[in-house]
């Protein structure tokens, strides 16, 4: 029976071995699946389950395997602010080019947006991307809201769990690219929103040294930060990093809100069930923790001593970034003339009336028309435009703006007088199919979507985004150029003048 059972062992072995579907990683073989122009291989676990006392650790590896493990349908999405989801969670995808042959290919590790509390890897189809760009592509989970960036006062990684998932998908990919075709020595870390702020972080981060090559920062700037009000009214002035001793108060606080306190307070706490947990999540909202050993300082302060890793970089944003967030503010109380000089006197106070004479609501289709522009202007564009001056002094860099204001809103709010424009993750669906859903292009957008792929996996392939056939794309240098993306025309602009950003420059402290 034993000599038996090694023989069948042995022959499923040999038909593993033989069948180009099947990987072997460090932890074990997977199996995934041809789909369309390319290859598969979903919900590969990248880390144990952070479950019952592992709730508030570092990721640890996973317990490894002998059978092969179905790699043909996603692993589960972390729980999300919205409802769904859980806690065993860390599974990353792997997207490599149907003809890749036994070439080393250049990687992309996609981090997914999602304000810290939303979204999962497994949403961002790169089939399409991974064909035309002739690149592997990873996209990874992470923990999100209260579980990826909670802290409490003694608690190893306080506020920083969801970024040492990060981590660790990135040193999985250096591991195990190899065995998929890809080239652990050529990676492009990258992501957009939270996954853009994620990139930035690790740019400055000391554990993330050698893990990429390049980064691509898509709205996502280490130097974004929102006066009172400016994100969503009545909320405090922030930025999308806080000091771990911020992080451990609100820890605190959110423990006694659970009845958890005293000597057992972590202990009480993960005892809970994740539903329970949930509703937390918006707390933990743009908490990503610095004074920690994974992020020893400010990523803003970072960029501004030159402290950071230097990897060749694409950063820009969209047009109209603000504009459905302002969009869910108009639609729950509509924004008026009156309601406008509020938001202005609440995040400007004295320079209020210098903000309103630059941004006067009768030059917009609406007062909430104007306050998008400013806030966009404000919090966005310009410290985007920042960031990359600061950037550019030390590494080369590549600044863009998507401008498609047709562009299908897969935010889906809408709001009367507040055309969406190029708002913030419209860019999205011209690099991936989202939820595996191919948007419906005009001809003209296909064609921009065709561009960016191309500069993006020209960047992933040699660092320089020039790809034949596409509008020259120079290097960003003291305030320009910067490329805007949109379907009449790609062409350079003048970004800092187009946002004001001389005139916010001179409003701040």
């Not at 990353?92 to 810290?116: E, F, I, K, M, Q």
């Not at 309601?339 to 609406?366: H, I, M, N, T, W």
């Not at 709010?413 to 507040?418: Q, T």
Request: glycine share 10%.
């Amino acid at each position: 029976m034993h000599l038996l059972l090694a023989v069948v062992t042995g022959l499923l072995t040999i038909i593993a071995a033989a069948d180009p579907l099947v990987v072997r990683t460090d932890a074990g073989p997977v199996h995934g699946k041809e789909s369309g122009p390319a290859r598969t291989y979903s919900g590969i676990r990248f880390a144990a389950p952070p479950v019952g006392e592992d709730r508030w650790k570092p990721p640890r590896p996973p317990e490894p395997w002998e059978d092969v493990a179905d790699a043909t349908k996603p692993g589960n999405i972390c729980p999300q602010r919205t409802g769904g989801g859980t806690e065993d969670c860390l599974f990353l995808n792997v997207t490599v080019p149907r003809d890749a042959g036994s070439r080393r290919l250049p990687v992309l590790v996609w981090l997914h947006g999602g304000g810290y509390t939303l979204d999962a890897g497994s949403f961002y189809d790169a089939r399409r991307l991974a064909d035309q760009g002739d690149v592997v592509v990873v996209t990874t989970n992470y923990r999100l809201g209260v579980f990826g960036y909670f802290g409490l006062p003694g608690l190893a990684g306080s506020g920083d769990f969801g970024l040492a998932d990060q981590l660790a998908a990135l040193n999985w990919t250096q591991r195990n690219i190899a065995a998929f075709g890809g080239d652990p020595r050529d990676v492009t870390l990258a992501g957009q929103s939270a996954g853009g702020m994620s990139t930035c972080a690790l740019l400055t981060s000391p554990a993330a040294t050698g893990l990429f090559h390049k980064a691509a920062i898509m709205s996502g700037s280490c130097m974004l930060d929102w006066p009172t009000g400016g994100l969503i009214p009545n909320t405090d002035a922030q930025t999308q990093y806080s000091p771990l001793a911020e992080t451990e108060a609100d820890g605190v606080a959110a423990a006694a809100r659970h009845g958890c306190t005293g000597p057992d307070t972590i202990g009480c706490l993960r005892r809970l069930p994740a539903t329970d947990l949930v509703k937390d999540h918006q707390t933990f909202a743009n908490h990503l923790t610095y004074h920690t050993s994974l992020l020893p300082s400010d990523p803003a302060k970072a960029l501004r001593r030159g402290t950071f890793h230097r990897v060749p970089i694409i950063s820009g944003g969209t047009r109209d970034e603000m504009r459905a967030f302002i969009a869910g503010v108009h639609l729950v109380k509509p924004i008026t003339e009156e309601r406008y000089q509020e938001f202005l006197r609440a995040s400007f106070g004295s320079r209020a009336a210098e903000v309103a004479a630059k941004y006067p609501s009768r030059d917009y289709e609406s007062p909430a028309m104007a306050w998008a522009t400013v806030t966009t202007d404000r919090s966005w564009a310009c410290p985007t435009a920042e960031g990359n001056r600061l950037l550019s002094r030390r590494t080369p860099v590549h600044a863009y703006e998507f401008d498609d204001k047709n562009a299908p809103n897969v935010n889906v709010i809408e709001a009367p007088g507040l055309p969406h424009g190029a708002a913030h993750a419209l860019e999205l669906g011209y690099l991936f199919e989202l939820h595996g859903k191919e948007l419906p292009l005009q001809p003209e957008q296909k064609r921009l979507s065709e561009q960016m792929i191309a500069y993006w996996t020209a960047f992933i392939r040699t660092g320089d985004p020039n790809a034949a056939g596409s509008p020259r794309w120079d290097s960003f240098a003291h305030g320009g150029p910067v490329l805007s993306l949109a379907p009449d025309a790609i062409r350079p602009i003048d970004h800092v003048a187009d946002h004001r950003c001389d005139f916010w420059a001179g409003l701040r402290p």
